[in-house]
């Protein structure tokens, strides 16, 4: 009976049986984790609780990939955790991660999540409201998103824990959800997202149902907190895979409902190229560890609908110092309700779209050049850098600039009192650069507002 035979292996797929690979039999060693993630391992185990990581780090150090962090499973409770560790900080009120503090380096500890069941809070389209117990190291293996996502290194014996199918799945190099997908994805449709990002990270493909899933569901990006899909999104395109990311968003019907206004840019070939050049660029920055600022990743994406606005107001008369704020205005009010842009963010991107107008000058009279001195020149500058590199503006406007930029620069060397740097992200103030990929620092020192304005004219 072909009917009853596929209802049957549908069930084993949901749960495979339970493998315990030892140490000797995967490449994972000790020395891969950090000093911190070591030190909260043994402080949970010598305390006589179960401790393992799981998530990005081991599925990452599988894939021969670096990973991000390393996230810690235990059976201990929050205040369990916190009894061992003096420096643990909880956060989170619908489920309480541990931060674990060892100098610069922070372990997030989560106590294993019970199974979810009939009776945990969902609002109307499936969402999970209420998340708050304990479980199993098997119970929080099946609350995990993905298969790759589940597996655990067990600090005891080193050995690798798999409820899912998970390490079938590396060796696949699959995405597939745990779980009836629908149901997944209405629990928390957040996991769409996270589907395409890891997939390009891993260069693995998202299983037939896990993506065939992701369509029909994608509006449901709606109800989720606008806040918190800011976060995902700069996860999602400030990124060494940004370009392949976004092409992924766009082509499984996400970024519609994440972003409109980027998403009209694939019907618009040039406003496409400038994304993506502005997501190149920000990928090469990353892979040269030097920093970058979500406030300029934004005013890329977002640039395409503030010269679209930008036009329409000037057509109607409106002058164009006026219609650059409108314009302002009007994209980043359209955005808010999908995706909410911090103020200290949104402020940046408005003076880098402003300084276009004055960059799109030539720089040949001392007005032009006082732009020069602007807190936000240098971003703007290199947003201009874009703009000539798509063939949007012309090869000599950009070579003015960059000349003028280098005198300005040997101009205020030369008085001594400040020191620019090559780094665009100095542009911004320091409470921004928390949240830039973290990259070392290049040591400035700042002018004064008193800085020598540069001297003659640019030549062209
Ligand atoms: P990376 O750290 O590289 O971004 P990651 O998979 O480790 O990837 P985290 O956000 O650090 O992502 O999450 C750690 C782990 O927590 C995941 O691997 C997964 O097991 C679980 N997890 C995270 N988000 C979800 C979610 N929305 N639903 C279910 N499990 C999740
Ligand atoms: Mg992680």
Redesign the pocket.
């Known amino acids: 009976m072909p009917r009853r035979r596929a209802g049957k292996s549908a069930v084993a797929a949901a749960k495979p049986a339970l493998v315990r690979v030892a140490r000797e039999d995967h490449p994972i060693s000790r020395s891969q984790l950090t000093k911190g993630t070591l030190n909260t391992l043994y402080g949970l185990k010598d305390a006589g609780y179960q401790a393992y990581v ?4 081991v ?2 150090l599988l894939a021969g990939k670096a ?3 390393f ?1 810690i499973a235990t059976d201990a409770r929050p205040e369990q955790v916190r009894k061992i560790f003096r420096s643990c900080r909880t956060i989170g009120r619908r489920f309480v991660i541990c931060h674990v503090r060892w100098g610069r380096e922070v372990s997030e500890v989560t106590t294993f999540r019970g199974a979810l069941t009939a009776a945990n809070a969902r609002d109307d389209t499936g969402r999970i409201l209420d998340d708050n117990d304990y479980g199993t190291l098997e119970s929080d293996a099946f ?3 993905f298969t790759v ?2 597996l655990y290194y067990d600090i005891r014996d080193f050995a690798i824990v798999d409820y899912v199918g998970g390490l079938a799945d590396m060796r696949a190099q699959v995405i597939r959800l745990i779980g009836d997908p629908e149901t997944r994805y209405r629990e ?1 449709p ?2 769409m997202l ?1 589907a395409v990002r ?1 997939a390009n ?1 891993l260069r693995f493909e998202i299983e037939s149902a896990t993506a065939a899933a992701i369509a029909p569901l994608a509006h449901l990006l709606r109800e989720i907190p606008p806040a918190r899909l800011f976060d995902e999104v700069i ?1 999602l395109l400030q990124s060494v895979d940004g370009v392949a990311n976004l092409q992924g968003l766009h082509d499984y019907g996400l970024l519609k409902h994440l972003l409109p206004g980027v998403d009209a840019a694939f019907r618009d070939a040039q406003a496409l190229a400038f994304i993506n050049r502005a997501l190149a660029n920000t990928a090469e920055r990353i892979g040269n560890e030097q920093s970058v600022n979500p406030a300029f990743l934004y005013a890329a994406l977002l640039w395409p609908a503030v010269q679209k606005t930008f036009a329409q107001l000037v057509a109607d008369e409106l002058h164009p110092n006026v219609a650059i704020h409108q314009a302002a205005d009007v994209v980043l009010a359209k955005v808010q309700p999908h995706v909410v842009i911090p103020k200290r963010f949104s402020v940046q991107m408005r003076e880098i779209w402003m300084l276009q107008l004055r960059l799109e000058q030539m720089p040949r009279t001392a007005r032009a050049r006082r732009v020069l001195s602007h807190p936000r020149f240098r971003a703007a500058y290199d947003f201009l850098l874009l703009r000539v590199a798509i063939g949007e503006l012309p090869q000599a406007l950009g070579n003015a600039w960059t000349r003028a930029h280098h005198q300005h620069v040997a101009t205020v060397d030369v008085s001594g009192d400040g020191v620019e740097t090559d780094d665009a992200a100095d542009d911004f103030p320091a409470e921004s650069v928390d949240e830039v990929t973290s990259a070392p620092r290049k040591r400035r020192r700042r002018g004064g507002r008193n800085r020598r304005r540069s001297a003659p004219p640019a030549a062209e």
């Open positions: 799981v998530g990005g780090g599925r990452d990973p991000k962090d996230d609350r995990r998103d996502n589940a928390d957040v996991r996270r890891i990270k996860k």
